[in-house]
T-cell receptor, first 111, second 114 residues
């Protein structure tokens, strides 16, 4: 079982819709969770971090964490064509410096 | 503005050559990381360092070594390059503690081994 699992996609949503990206992780000791966005040909950039159960909102982005289900998600409201990118889920196990990434989900927002 | 700089954007090397990839950060971060990124495999951790002269193996350290003589600089070394090391290499840095995981990435070094 992979440490961090994501569906590679592509996930296609129409402009203005809500995009829902999902991630599961295997290590119950995981304490820190991150979403990175990577445009084609560019490096990943951090867009959200979440450390406790529940929702965290930042503009059009909402990260959701459910530690009991070992599940992290990212919602993008009012999706724009500029949101088209690969979204990487990353996890850090408590007490360790190592950060493990999923393979990423490619999102396509159709105008 | 925070910055992680990788010395070479594109490199072409021959099998058996020694390859150095260098990374410098200007954020006074304790942690530095080397990942490689391949289609279908995602980002995989090669090595990381949490302090000067300290290093830890990641998930795929075979065929690689690292050096961290100064806090701001982290080098990845391929002692004898092989074709299966053709990849995009990404350097990143972060703070320790709660900030770990909030990585700042360099622009990447695309290595082709012929």
């Amino acid at each position: 079982q992979k440490e961090v699992e994501q569906n590679s996609g592509p996930l296609s949503v129409p402009e203005g819709a809500i995009a829902s990206l999902n991630c599961t992780y295997s290590d119950r000791g995981s304490q820190s969770f991150f979403w990175y966005r990577q445009y084609s040909g560019k490096s990943p950039e951090l867009i959200m971090s979440i450390y406790s159960n529940g929702d965290k909102e930042d503009g059009r982005f909402t990260a959701q964490l459910n530690k009991a289900s070992q599940y992290v998600s990212l919602l993008i409201r009012d999706s724009q064509p500029s949101d088209s990118a690969t979204y990487l889920c990353a996890v850090r196990v408590g007490g360790y410096q190592k950060v493990t990434f999923g393979i990423g989900t490619k999102l396509q927002v159709i105008p | 503005d925070v910055k992680v700089t990788q010395s070479s954007r594109y490199l072409v090397k021959r099998t058996g050559e020694k390859v150095f990839l260098e990374c410098v950060q200007d954020m006074d971060h304790e942690n530095m990381f080397w990942y490689r990124q391949d289609p279908g495999l995602g980002l995989r951790l090669i090595y990381f360092s949490y302090d000067v002269k300290m290093k830890e193996k990641g998930d795929i350290p075979e065929g690689y070594s690292v050096s961290r003589e100064k806090k701001e600089r982290f080098s990845l070394i391929l002692e004898s390059a092989s074709t299966n090391q053709t990849s995009m290499y990404l350097c990143a840095s972060s703070l320790v503690g709660a900030g770990t995981g909030e990585l700042f990435f360099g622009e990447g070094s695309r290595l082709t081994v012929l």
